[in-house]
Each structure stands twice: as structure tokens, then as C-alpha cells.
T-cell receptor, first 110, second 115 residues
């Protein structure tokens, strides 16, 4: 079976750093994606990891440990506009569809 | 580059009625997906097309849901008859296909409310 776990909600202060964790259990692994979804809008792509390590892209970084079935999304210098849901999604094998977690709703406060 | 287009954006129907959603993927994208996203949850795949063939429809409730992608471009998703639990956002996504790294581009979604 497939199981993806993320915290349901998080709150952080503007200008701070926040780490959103994701753990997964899948029969195979062919990549992990992070998406951002603002309320009432479609998910937009943030990052992709297939090898262990850290991928940095501006204020956002994503880390993967395949042996631990673990990833995190790191958001630096938080801005109010970062308030959104962050979805972790895993591709099992080959070109199979992504399996999404339930998402983590991040609230950035002043 | 134009994104994934969906219509309508909102639909309200009564239970047992029928409804259809339309999706136009990004030009050249061979793979098209329909997802159902219930409030507070992540998207759940309903069906995946590769060109005009079905790749995965294992989670599609086939007694009431149907989808087609004639000519390998546009796609329609139909619900007949609708139930209260079908209230959700229906997201269409597309990707180029053919490699493990397949970024999926999502459309704005259709918010369905079943009364």
C-alpha cells in the first residue's frame, strides 16, 4: 500500500524559517514532489527530489532521505503570501500517477 | 504558454442529477489526469490518460463516473447520477509524459456542490 503523512497545520511568524515534514511508505520510489496550493486555487509545483540530499531554489529548499522514507520542505524568510497548503506527493514507480498526502496548512502571522 | 483550461469553474446540482466537466491540457502534453480533491485533503487520482488511452482508472467509481479523451487532446469527466459525497474540486492536470520527472501542471479546477 501507499501512505504519505504530513502535519495537518503549522503556524510560523513572518521572517522566520519553517520546516514541513513528510514521511512516506510506498512499494517503489521514483521521485517526490512538493506543491503549494493557495485556498481556492490549483496546486503549483515547488520542487522535485529523486536522489538523497538537499535541493535549493531561492527561499525554498527540499530534502530527501530515501532510506528513511522522509522529506522536508524548508521555507526561509517567510512572507505573508506563503500562507497556503503544502502538498507532498510521491511517484511510486515508472510513470505512475502521483500519490498526494493530505497537505499541511501553513499560516504565516505577523 | 497557455495553461490547463477547465470549465465550468463552479457547478451546483442536486443529487441524482448529471454533470460534466471539460479540460483542455497544455498543448503537446500527452498525459492527462483527473483528480478529485475533497476539502481539507490532497488530490486523489481518478483517471490517467496517455494520449487517448486509459493508463490508470483503478480509483474511478465506474458505476457513476466516466471520462473520455477523444483525439488525445481535450477530455470530459462525467458524473451520473451525482451523490452528496461527490462534492469536491475536480482538478485536471497534464504533463509531457515519457520520463520519471513529469511535472504536472494543474488547471484551476471545477468546484462541484451537490445538494
Amino acid at each position: 500500500g501507499q501512505n504519505i503523512d504530513q502535519p495537518t497545520e503549522m503556524t510560523a511568524t513572518e521572517g522566520a524559517i519553517v520546516q514541513i515534514n513528510c514521511t512516506y511508505q510506498t512499494s517503489g520510489f521514483n521521485g517526490l514532489f512538493w506543491y503549494q496550493q493557495h485556498a481556492g486555487e490549483a496546486p503549483t509545483f515547488l520542487s522535485y527530489n529523486v536522489l538523497d540530499g538537499l535541493e535549493e531554489k531561492g527561499r525554498f529548499s527540499s530534502f530527501l532521505s530515501r532510506s528513511k522514507g522522509y522529506s522536508y520542505l524548508l521555507l526561509k524568510e517567510l512572507q505573508m503570501k506563503d500562507s497556503a497548503s503544502y502538498l507532498c506527493a510521491v511517484r511510486d514507480i515508472g510513470n505512475t500517477p502521483l500519490v498526494f498526502g493530505k497537505g499541511t496548512r501553513l499560516s504565516v502571522i505577523a | 504558454e497557455a495553461g490547463v483550461a477547465q470549465s465550468p469553474r463552479y457547478k451546483i446540482i442536486e443529487k441524482r442529477q448529471s454533470v460534466a466537466f471539460w479540460c483542455n491540457p497544455i498543448s503537446g502534453h500527452a498525459t492527462l489526469y483527473w483528480y478529485q480533491q475533497i476539502l481539507g485533503q490532497g488530490p486523489k487520482l481518478l483517471i490517467q490518460f496517455q494520449n487517448n488511452g486509459v493508463v490508470d482508472d483503478s480509483q474511478l467509481p465506474k458505476d457513476r463516473f466516466s471520462a473520455e479523451r477523444l483525439k488525445g487532446v481535450d477530455s470530459t469527466l462525467k458524473i451520473q447520477p451525482a451523490k452528496l459525497e461527490d462534492s469536491a474540486v475536480y482538478l485536471c492536470a497534464s504533463s509531457l509524459g515519457g520520463s520519471a520527472y513529469n511535472e504536472q501542471f494543474f488547471g484551476p479546477g471545477t468546484r462541484l456542490t451537490v445538494l
